[in-house]
């Protein structure tokens, strides 16, 4: 029996359903354990699909353009002479709940199931094994005229998270509530899907879940597509866009937003890009300069570099700082790790790498996750300023306008300068008023004074 | 530092605390002239003499009666029970006097006496011998229950029983009465209720005292073979239970798992397990597992009994089924 089930994989912590972009073996083909069978595209990227046995694909059961939900059979490889009519006519029917998630051990990887998504027998705590026939002679109590107990219901099945219930051990769930990790996207690897203490681990040294950024981003530079839209029509929603809304929505639903806007005044900082691309032949976005900026504030004032723990607050050791990026169909924040401690230069070639990956959708899941702070920029778009939502589980972004060139009044004189106006939300449970006003003070300090950034 | 047996550290805890205090005396069956069942009171009589070391006839709701009676006017009395399979017995006198009175008069009334013998499974005395009792006895407020896994603890221990104002119930073994180790030369003391890291490690918490630590220390042996350190806590003494040291352990390896000769059915490891999820709810990763006796009477047959009993590979399988491994 070599029949291998080609399951859905779970390919990014949050995903729950993935549509079939293109099989890249079709009906017929030889197939090796490892051999890519199909791109994916998830909630945050288009990922590869690898087969996990061998033989030929025998059936597409869901074809390119074909969407389905985590676990779900999608193909069958198998010998050329096995009988795989059972299997394919029970794929016709909807597939049973019970086959959902697969715990994946990476994000990155597919889940290894082909051993199909039969239920194991959910672990029963063992009972002392009582040999009958030798039971003590125990006093018979008196038949109960009570009611008989009930019988334990059947054990679920594992995996299933029913009803969203998600099973974790006691402490993997305070490791997940102490670091901020939504529990519900920890693939569990413990008994019928538990999540356990490694898993949280795992998960925690590929960084905590990251939504897709909020507020939009840089717009290519070239005059942004309209996409193909025919007015009047309904849109499917993309995986991508589901997860913008819902992350955004809670984001914006359950922490208490504020707004705190200032001008910067951008004078040195354009005079010093004009020298180092001028001199030195290096260019440098103002978007670069704002994530350093923002990276060294952050390490001033490690309550902006927070989270809201329910019963506290976490705070957290690196700066890492994503980047807004917009993509033909919504919008990713890659990640600049460690930014505080990156120079401008490494920053912007990260950020450039970056934004280009995401825009082809060939982000890899830890570049896109465990930010700490987010930054989103329009002034690419001449948007003099604007208000973005925060990027959960952090406390703060910064919404990042244009430098224009406008009349100041310097020395009672009115002349031409370069000011940028910054707007960062903040969320009231953690930062208040005055803080994220300290913060953004530092921030023009440091823009204001731009070769600080250099040093 | 000497090497002795358990057998010697405990003789030599009654001879000391005699020879150190007059209202101490020793009672029992066989305790004189024949020099203890097991051998514990060998030479006692020949020192301290019939007055202080008296054989008794076989009765012993009789013995625990006068130990009761003879704490209550202000002697000390070790009680020895041949077994404590016998000592269902003196339960009326120990559950119903020893442990009461203390509290029913208010202080006025003390029952400084230790009731002392070997309980649990020794070797094919089948099913009416080999019984362990500790989860008997720990249910009852009024008593402190010890069971020493070592000859330095089992010395250390019987010496502050003697010395503790309270009815002590001092549980040993059979088989550990020839295992030898390590006893301080000088005086030396025990507390009740203060337990023991055996064997530290960082990776389980195993819980076990008295034979079961043995069973215990040679799981972890094999576990670190394997890579797994465990960390083997003996309480020491049940009644009062030291389960700030189990929580401690706990809250480092984040899982347990509870060793015991007993039943499974209301075994005082459930109580321990009973502790440890309330107090360490957080920082558990795994159910707290227990391994236990059979819920059968002991076999007489040698195969059986060795699968009645908790086996080390039981304890492995324990452990690594806590550990989520294989």
Request: net charge neutral; glycine share 6%.
């Amino acid at each position: 029996m070599t029949v291998t089930k080609v399951v859905l994989a779970k390919l990014s912590p949050t995903m729950e359903e993935g549509t079939i972009v293109k099989w890249s073996k079709k009906e017929g083909d030889a197939v090796k354990v490892g051999d890519v069978l199909a791109e994916i595209e998830t909630d945050k990227a288009n990922m590869e699909m690898e087969a996990l046995g061998a033989g030929v694909l025998r059936k597409i059961l869901v074809p390119a353009g074909g969407k389905a939900p985590v676990g779900n059979l999608i193909g069958v490889i198998a010998n050329p002479d096995e009988d795989i009519s059972a299997l394919v006519a029970s794929a016709g029917s909807p597939a049973p709940k019970a086959a959902a998630p697969a715990p994946a051990p990476a994000p990155a990887q597919p889940a290894p199931q082909q051993s199909a998504p039969a239920p194991q027998a959910a672990p029963s705590q063992p009972e002392p094994q009582a040999a009958r026939p030798a039971r003590a002679p125990q006093a018979a109590p008196p038949a109960p005229p009570a009611p008989q107990p009930v019988p334990a219901p059947a054990a679920p099945p594992p995996g299933e998270r029913d009803g969203g219930r998600v099973k974790a051990s006691p402490l993997a769930r305070s490791m997940a509530a102490q670091q901020n990790i939504p529990l519900a996207s920890v693939p569990g690897s413990g008994p019928g899907g538990r999540i356990i203490k490694r898993d949280i681990e795992a998960w925690s040294t590929g960084g905590p879940e990251r939504p897709a950024a909020p507020g939009p981003a840089p717009a290519p530079s070239a005059a942004p597509a309209a996409p193909a839209i025919t007015p009047g029509q309904d849109i499917p929603l993309s995986n991508m866009r589901k997860t913008i809304a819902r992350r955004l929505s809670e984001s914006m639903f359950t922490s208490p937003h504020f707004y705190v806007t200032v001008e910067i005044d951008m004078d040195a900082a354009v005079a010093l890009r004009e020298q180092l691309l001028q001199g030195e032949n290096v260019k440098v976005s103002f978007n670069d300069l704002v994530v350093k900026a923002c990276a060294k504030a952050l390490t001033r004032f490690p309550m902006v570099n927070a989270s809201w723990a329910g019963d506290k607050i976490t705070t957290h050791g690196d700066v890492h700082v994503g980047v807004a990026v917009a993509i033909p169909d919504g919008l990713i924040t890659p990640v600049v790790r460690n930014a505080d401690r990156k120079a401008v230069t490494e920053i912007s070639r990260e950020v450039k790498d970056l934004a280009a990956r995401a825009k082809e959708k060939k982000l890899r899941p830890e570049e896109f996750m465990g930010s700490t702070f987010t930054i989103s920029n329009l002034g690419m778009l001449d948007v003099v300023e604007f208000t973005a939502i925060i990027n959960p589980p952090e406390s703060a972004i910064l919404a990042v306008g244009a430098v224009r060139k406008q009349p100041v009044v310097v020395d009672d004189a009115i002349r031409i300068g370069h000011r940028m106006r910054v707007t960062l939300s903040s969320d009231h449970r953690v930062v208040d008023g005055a803080l994220a006003a300290r913060f953004l003070a530092d921030v023009r300090r440091l823009l204001e004074n731009p070769v600080s950034l250099f040093v | 530092m000497a090497v002795l047996t358990m057998r010697e550290a405990l003789n030599q805890a009654m001879k000391e605390e005699m020879a150190r205090d007059p209202t101490v005396f020793l009672l029992g069956e066989e305790v004189g002239a024949y020099q203890g069942a097991y051998k514990i009171t060998q030479g006692l009589l020949a020192q301290f003499g019939e007055w202080r070391v008296r054989d008794t006839p076989i009765a012993e709701e009789a013995i625990a009666g006068v130990a009761v009676g003879a704490a209550f006017t202000g002697l000390r009395p070790i009680a020895e029970m041949m077994t404590f399979n016998f000592s269902l017995l003196a339960l009326d006198q120990i559950v119903n006097h020893a442990a009461k009175y203390r509290y029913m008069s208010g202080g006025q009334v003390r029952c400084p006496m230790v009731m002392r013998g070997p309980s649990g499974a020794a070797a094919q005395v089948a099913a009416q011998h080999s019984q362990a009792f500790e989860s008997w006895y720990v249910n009852i407020p009024g008593l402190v229950v010890v069971m020493p896994s070592t000859p330095r603890d089992a010395k250390g221990l019987l010496k502050s029983a003697i010395r503790d104002d309270n009815p002590v119930i001092f549980m040993e073994n059979e088989v550990l009465y020839n295992f030898k180790g390590e006893v301080p030369d000088e005086e030396y003391h025990i507390p009740l209720g203060l337990g023991d890291v055996k064997r530290q490690g960082k990776d389980v918490t195993l819980v076990a005292w008295s034979r079961s630590v043995v069973t215990a220390m040679t799981a972890a042996k094999t576990l670190a073979e394997q890579g797994i350190e465990a960390e083997v806590v003996d309480p020491r003494t049940l009644r009062p239970l030291d389960d700030d040291l189990i929580f401690e352990s706990v809250r480092k390896t984040n899982r347990c798992v509870v060793v015991e000769e007993g039943w499974r059915l209301a075994g005082f490891g459930g109580e321990i397990a009973d502790r440890v999820q309330r107090e360490c709810f957080d920082h558990l990763d795994a159910p707290v597992l227990r391994v236990t006796a059979e819920d059968v009477p002991m076999p007489y047959a040698k195969a059986l009994e060795k699968s009645y009993l908790p086996q080390a590979d039981e304890v492995i399988a324990a452990v690594k089924k806590v550990l989520y491994i294989q």
